[in-house]
């Protein structure tokens, strides 16, 4: 049989002698290790308390959408390019535009009880993190997603139809519209308080379409269509040789919208009229306090000159258009208004003359350049105005117009002039001039992440746009982290100094107590890193089991701690929660300093006179 | 003749409480395989000559101070560093300390195992230490810690851990102090009995001249004489 000394002390030789020794003594070991984790483990607990608590808020911030949603402050134009740049931003999770405030009221009617409330429309899309991080998802065209307020309201649930009215006054008649909308989901508390039905936005563009007076086909809402309507840059007065009566002058610039009168000089006529007139007029140009001028204002100017004599023509200054021929020909002009020649129509009784009397659908009746050669079947007038370019198809009648002038009747002027400022599109069924939709009035908008939201409000706010956000929030609690995270130092500071000195204390007199067999150990002849090792490895082994007890114990009262506070517990989220990192950092910033001391009583003790150390020893 | 020591003219000063204390060896060799005793009263110096012969004091001065292997190969002492010295002590001397000098928190088993581990190249093997430590009737203490052993049987596993060791020789400083006079010269006999087997030279520090009277190679003592100032002067000679 083989005894026990056939075994070896190697790997390792050291670490197995240092081992024996506190195996040897283990109640004074466990005594030191747990001197260790009684001081570690508060601090543990400590530490993951604040870290839980924090992460449990910050969760929470992040968990809920509410506190990454951004709203303007201001009313303003938001206008479609807008969304298209901000939706292109990277830190931008979701961007709805929202219509006016006050057109985004409805009635609602649960379509099986009758029960009726008042709801707030608000456009949704893909992408909404409200709807889906509450417990929905996106509605579908003639759906809608509801409050738990505006459901409890309505008494309605998931798979409920709901139906919304909106009201308008159209000459002294009410007018109502409604629409039936399935209840898709309905959002948890979490989502708000407010009665909202969420739906997509063109639902809540009809209601307000509506409510402007315009119809909604889509739904079968009867109304107005959104026409353009021409806008002038000013007036042209034009006299015979007996000229302007100066009261006249006068009356022309007082509550009439127009401001400055200027008289053309003979060689300008032609070229700001766009076409010759009679030899002996004299030509004045009226100019309006703002950028544009309206039928309206025409209709007063009339007023105030009836009895001068003088004729009233709108005037456009620069529409530059391009003319495109059926032949593959493209010409640059410049378009000026040429009133209808219609019967009775005295201010065009010296202009070149150019019908009116067309349906909307017909070919723009028109005068070019080149001494009047009438265009061909297919010739078109294109525009570059706001939001891109109005085709209009023409039609070429005989007339001489100024160089490089087309002249087209006045109204279709004032409609190219408005297209410079507004997007006008024809539509090509009936041939009409609509603008189209100039913008919206505010936004929903959502952050990727919390940590995102304030450089967006900075950016918009950059922008002019002051915001309603959740920063101070989102602040409140990284200050609070950051304060518990000081708080937290010091007592650690405080704690991991109290275990070094237990720590240094314990191996100190460990060493101290094996200085005799430390010395027997370099009488057989230890090198001095050698027996250097033997405390080092006694602080190592002290210190992780004391750092493992800790965590035991921290692993216990987390445990009990869970259990306490389980009700105000979400699901999956922990009162504790002890990252690994500064853990680890405290794990081995413990090591270090047991090696430290460890060290330093070894080095004490080489430096003691071994013969002494001996004789002390056998004493 | 082979010799383990080689000495001349060595000497060492120390003080002592404000009076110096110089011990001079003006010659003196230990062969190779030979029992060598020191005896002499408290004081006179045996403890610093086996402090000088186990490295662990540096002699003031020295003319020789050699330590021959049992290849040949000589050590001269003087001069060498603290990383050599104990290399040297590993390799070529072995100690068996007035108690024992054991590990406390080691088995005999594996006390005896740290010779193994100091000199894995020339230690006995794991059956030559078996036999070993049946000759010297300690094979049923293998397991029991040194604090659980009494005095003779712990003073046995010290003399197998030296002997396992296989240096050149032993050096014991009151191997026999702390026990009775039979137990004493059993382990006496059975240290001799072992080294001589193994070639192995013992000095042997007592002040118990009785138990290495006529049984020692050679015997040395002190001539101890002290100066009108209180210095101590201490001489080493053979007596036997």
């Avoid at chain 1, 075994?7 to 030191?32: F, V």
């Avoid at chain 1, 265009?375 to 570059?384: H, K």
């Avoid at chain 1, 450089?455 to 959740?470: A, M, T």
Wanted: charged share 20%; aromatic share 6%.
């Amino acid at each position: 049989m083989k005894s026990s000394l056939h075994g070896s002390l190697r790997p390792l030789p050291i670490l197995r002698l240092a081992l024996a020794d506190l195996r040897d003594e283990w109640l004074l070991s466990l005594c030191i290790a747990l001197a260790i984790a009684a001081v570690l483990a508060p601090l543990m607990i400590l530490f993951g308390l604040k870290s839980g608590a924090v992460e449990i808020l910050r969760h929470r911030l992040v968990e809920d959408p509410r506190n990454r949603e951004i709203r303007p402050k201001i009313t303003r134009t938001f206008d479609v390019s807008w969304f298209q740049d901000i939706r292109h931003r990277p830190d931008v999770a979701f961007v709805t535009p929202l219509t006016r405030g006050i057109s985004s009221t409805v009635d609602a009617v649960n379509g099986a009880t009758g029960a009726t409330g008042q709801l707030d429309l608000s456009p949704t899309g893909r992408g909404d993190a409200l709807i889906t991080e509450n417990g929905a998802a996106i509605p579908k065209e003639n759906e809608c997603v509801l409050t738990a307020a505006a459901a409890d309201e309505l008494g309605v649930k998931k798979g409920d139809t709901v139906e919304i009215r909106t009201n308008r006054r159209v000459q002294k008649e009410f007018q109502t519209a409604s629409l039936k909308l399935k209840v898709a989901g309905i959002l948890d508390l979490r989502a708000g308080g407010a009665k909202i039905a969420y739906v997509l936005l063109p639902v809540v563009e009809a209601v307000e379409q509506y409510l402007d007076g315009q119809s909604v086909p889509e739904y079968g809402w009867t109304g107005t269509r959104p026409f353009a309507h021409p806008e002038f840059d000013g007036a042209l007065l034009v006299a015979g040789s007996e000229g302007l009566d100066p009261a006249y002058e006068r009356k022309a610039v007082t509550n009439t919208g127009f401001v400055r009168l200027e008289k053309l000089a003979a060689s300008k006529i032609e070229n700001v009229v766009g076409f010759k007139v009679g030899d002996t007029d004299q030509v004045w140009l009226l100019r309006p306090a703002g950028s544009t001028v309206r039928p309206e204002n025409f209709d007063a100017l009339k007023e105030k000159l009836r009895g001068s004599g003088v004729r009233i023509l709108p005037w456009v200054d620069t529409v530059s258009v391009k003319i495109f021929s059926s032949d593959g020909h493209v010409f640059p002009a410049n378009i000026k208004g040429v009133p209808a020649a219609d019967a009775g129509n005295e201010a065009a009784a010296f202009a070149p003359k150019i019908p009116d009397a067309r349906k909307p659908i017909d070919p723009l009746p028109v005068i070019f350049p080149g001494k009047g050669t009438p265009a061909n079947e297919g010739d078109s007038i294109v525009l570059t105005g706001v939001g891109g370019p109005l085709t209009v198809p023409v039609k070429g009648i005989s007339g001489i117009p100024a160089e490089g002038t087309v002249l087209v009747p006045s109204d279709s002027a004032g409609i190219f002039r408005q297209a410079l400022s507004r997007q006008v599109e024809r539509d090509p069924t009936t041939g009409e001039f609509l603008v189209v939709r100039r913008g919206y009035s505010g936004f929903r908008l959502f952050a990727k992440t919390i940590d995102q939201v304030d450089d967006l409000r900075r950016f918009l706010e950059s922008e002019e746009i002051p915001v309603f956000h959740e920063g101070e929030r989102i602040n409140d609690v990284q200050t609070l982290d950051r304060q518990l995270s000081r708080f937290f130092w010091f007592i650690a500071g405080v704690g991991i100094a109290g275990a070094v000195a237990t720590l240094a204390a314990s191996l100190y007199a460990s060493a101290e107590r094996k200085s005799y067999e430390l010395a027997v150990l370099r009488l057989l002849g230890l090198r001095r890193r050698e027996i250097i090792q033997f405390p080092a490895w006694q602080g190592v082994l002290l210190t992780t089991i004391g750092f493992a007890m800790a965590l035991g114990i921290y692993a216990i009262a987390s445990s009990v701690l869970g259990q306490v506070f389980q009700d105000q517990l979400h699901a999956g989220e922990h009162l504790t929660y002890l990252p690994s990192g500064p853990v680890a950092a405290i794990f081995f910033l413990l090591l270090a300093l047991a090696l430290l001391s460890s060290l330093l009583a070894s080095l004490r003790i080489m430096h003691t006179d071994l013969s002494e150390a001996l004789r002390e020893g056998s004493a | 003749m082979k010799w383990v020591y080689q000495l001349k003219n060595v000497t060492i000063e120390r003080s002592k409480g404000g009076a110096s204390f110089r011990l001079s060896i003006p010659d003196f060799q230990i062969p190779r395989g030979s029992f060598t005793a020191i005896v002499g009263q408290s004081g006179c110096g045996k403890s610093t000559l086996l402090d000088i012969l186990g490295l662990v004091l540096p002699p003031t001065s020295a003319d020789t101070f050699n330590l021959i292997s049992r290849h040949g190969e000589s050590f001269e002492i003087s001069g060498k560093g603290a990383k050599e010295l104990a290399q040297i002590r590993r390799q070529h001397l072995g100690y068996i300390l007035q108690s024992g000098g054991l590990m406390p928190f080691l088995s005999v088993a594996r006390n005896i195992l740290l010779a193994r581990m100091l000199t894995p190249a020339t230690a006995m093997n794991a059956d030559a230490t078996e036999e070993l430590v049946f000759r010297l009737g300690i094979e049923d203490q293998l397991d029991k810690k040194p604090s659980q052993l009494s005095g003779g049987q712990r003073q046995r596993a010290a003399i197998a851990r030296a002997v396992a060791q296989n240096p050149e020789i032993i050096l014991a400083d009151e191997p026999t102090g702390s026990v009775d006079k039979y137990t004493a010269a059993k382990i006496r006999d059975l240290l001799l009995g072992c080294t001589r087997q193994q070639d192995i030279a013992v000095l042997i520090v007592t002040h118990d001249e009785s138990l290495v009277q006529g049984i020692a190679d050679a015997t040395y003592s002190f001539e101890l004489s002290q100066k009108s100032d209180g210095d101590l002067r201490s001489v080493l000679k053979q007596i036997a």
